[in-house]
C-alpha cells in the first residue's frame, strides 16, 4: 500500500509541475524585435539629449550676459544671420577637409589597389596639378617681372623729371626771338619718352595678362594701378608745353 501511495504522490507532482510549466509557456510574452527595439533606444535616447539640452540652457538663459540683451526683430534677425552663416561656413570646411582627405589618399594609395575608373581619376587628379603648378609658377613670375617693370618705370619717370626741368630751364633762359635748337638734351628727352611708351605697352601687357579669374574688386596685385598708368600717353610736346 505505501508504494502506491508513493507512487500516487509522485503521479500528482508531476502533474502540477506539468500544469505549472504549461502556466509559464502558455502565459510568456512574445521578445519584441531587435530593430524594433533599437529605434525605440534610438528615440528615447534622442528625447534624453533634448531634455539634457534644454536643462543646460535654462541656467545659462539666467545669466546677466543673456537676461541684459535688448531683444528686438533686428537683433534677432542679425543673430540668425550669424548662426546660419558660421554653420554654413562649418559645412563647407567640413567638406573641403573631407575631400581634401579623400584626394590624398587617392593620389597616396597605389595604382594596382585601386579600380580602373579611381586609378583614371587619380592620373586626372595628378595632370591637373602638375598644370596648376605650372601656371602658378608662370603667375609669380609675370608678377616678379610685372614688379621689376613698374620699378624701372618709375626710375624712368624721375630721371624724365630731371631732364624735364633741365630743359625748361632752358626754356626760360632763351629769348622767345630765337629759335631753339634740338641739342642733346632734346634727343634725349625723345630717347626718354620713345622707352616711356615702350614700358606703358609692356605694363599694359603684364597687366591683363591671365587675367581671366582674376579678383579685381579687391585688386590684389594693384593691376588697376598699373593699367591707370598704362593709358596715360605722353608726347614730348606735351611735356615741354607743361
Request: proline share 2%.
Amino acid at each position: 500500500m505505501s508504494a502506491f501511495k508513493t507512487l500516487r504522490d509522485i503521479s500528482n507532482n508531476f502533474e502540477n509541475d506539468l500544469k505549472r510549466v504549461s502556466t509559464e509557456l502558455f502565459s510568456a510574452k512574445i521578445a519584441e524585435n531587435f530593430e524594433d527595439n533599437i529605434a525605440k533606444k534610438l528615440q528615447d535616447l534622442s528625447l534624453f539629449t533634448s531634455k539634457l539640452r534644454l536643462l543646460r540652457a535654462k541656467p545659462l538663459a539666467n545669466t546677466p550676459q543673456i537676461t541684459e540683451q535688448v531683444r528686438n526683430e533686428r537683433s534677432t534677425l542679425q543673430e540668425y544671420e550669424d548662426t546660419a552663416t558660421s554653420k554654413v561656413l562649418e559645412q563647407q570646411i567640413v567638406k573641403f577637409l573631407t575631400q581634401s582627405h579623400a584626394v590624398k589618399a587617392l593620389i597616396t594609395s597605389p595604382s594596382r589597389k585601386l579600380d580602373p575608373e579611381l586609378v583614371e581619376r587619380k592620373e586626372k587628379i595628378i595632370t591637373s596639378l602638375a598644370e596648376f603648378r605650372q601656371q602658378e609658377c608662370q603667375l609669380r613670375h609675370l608678377q616678379s617681372l610685372l614688379t621689376e617693370k613698374e620699378a624701372q618705370l618709375a626710375a624712368v619717370r624721375a630721371q624724365w623729371d630731371t631732364e624735364l626741368g633741365q630743359l625748361r630751364e632752358m626754356r626760360d633762359g632763351v629769348d622767345g626771338d630765337v629759335e631753339v635748337e634740338m641739342g642733346p638734351l632734346h634727343k634725349k628727352l625723345r630717347t626718354l619718352v620713345d622707352k616711356m611708351e615702350l614700358m606703358r605697352w609692356l605694363v599694359a601687357k603684364l597687366a591683363t595678362c591671365r587675367s581671366g579669374h582674376y579678383d579685381w574688386l579687391t585688386d590684389p596685385h594693384r593691376r588697376l594701378k598699373a593699367l591707370h598708368m598704362a593709358r596715360q600717353a605722353h608726347t614730348v610736346e606735351q611735356f615741354l608745353e607743361s
